[in-house]
């Protein structure tokens, strides 16, 4: 079974500064999707960048970007010029691409944006 | 378009007790998926619809959780009796078919069992 590890239970950052989330995860499979996802207070969950495996390029989503490394299985999302609107719990996922393709997720990173 | 639909917000009950949410998904989307928010935790996949058929319950304790998608658009989930390690946060998501990149997720439903 795939297990995905987030070892910041919190993080913070000072507004306009760059900050990066870690996450690794443990997987037999050589194709898959990465994700995190926000879920800001007491509002929905949304996705923020995904990333295929067989790519090798580093997805980007404006202020958002991920460094992936397939060997290392490491997958970490890096803020640009933070805002406040950031602050949020930021969810790694995994999901595979056989079976049922469901989601597993990491256990969060609280993101406190310093004004 | 509307998002995914999720009632009610807030629920506290007392162990033993019934309890039923009710999701509606985005229009179109025929995967439907309810997952458990424990504080402090990730989201874990409860049950997973196709339609109106079950792809995965595999982590849902059918002791007292029982889940049902009869038109293949809403669904309920239901927990009969309640337990004190029930407290979470209920999300339900959606997406266009189960091998689509994105789910989208209601805003929950947190149930607090006393």
């Known amino acids: 079974a795939q297990t995905v590890t987030q070892s910041q239970p919190e993080m913070s950052v000072q507004e306009a500064e760059t900050v990066t989330l870690s996450c690794t995860y443990d997987?037999?499979?050589?194709?898959?999707?990465l994700f995190w996802y926000k879920q800001p207070p007491s509002r929905q969950m949304i996705l923020v960048i995904r990333?295929?495996?067989?790519?090798?390029q580093n997805a980007t989503e404006n202020r958002f970007s991920v460094n992936f490394q397939k060997a290392a299985k490491s997958f970490s999302l890096k803020i640009s010029d933070s805002q406040l609107g950031d602050a949020a719990m930021y969810f790694c996922?995994?999901?595979?691409?056989?079976?049922?393709?469901?989601?597993?997720f990491g256990t969060g990173t609280r993101l406190t944006i310093i004004p | 378009e509307a998002g995914v639909a999720q009632s009610p917000r807030y629920k506290i009950i007392e162990k033993r007790q019934s309890v039923a949410f009710w999701c509606n998904p985005i229009?179109?989307?025929?995967?439907l998926y309810w997952y458990q928010q424990i504080l402090g935790q990730g989201p874990k996949l409860l049950i997973q619809?196709?339609?109106?058929?079950?792809?995965?319950d595999s982590q849902l304790p059918k002791d007292r959780f029982s889940a049902e998608r009869l038109k293949g658009v809403d669904s309920t989930l239901k927990i009969q009796p309640a337990k004190l390690e029930d407290s979470a946060v209920y999300l339900c998501?959606?997406?266009?078919?189960?091998?689509?990149?994105?789910?989208?997720f209601g805003p929950g439903t947190r149930l607090t069992v006393l």
């Open positions: 229009s179109g989307h025929a995967t």
């Open positions: 990333q295929e495996a067989y790519k090798q």
């Open positions: 997987t037999s499979e050589s194709d898959y999707y």
């Open positions: 998501a959606s997406s266009w078919t189960s091998g689509s990149n994105e789910q989208f």
């Open positions: 619809f196709q339609n109106n058929g079950v792809v995965d």
């Open positions: 996922a995994y999901r595979s691409t056989f079976g049922n393709e469901k989601l597993t």
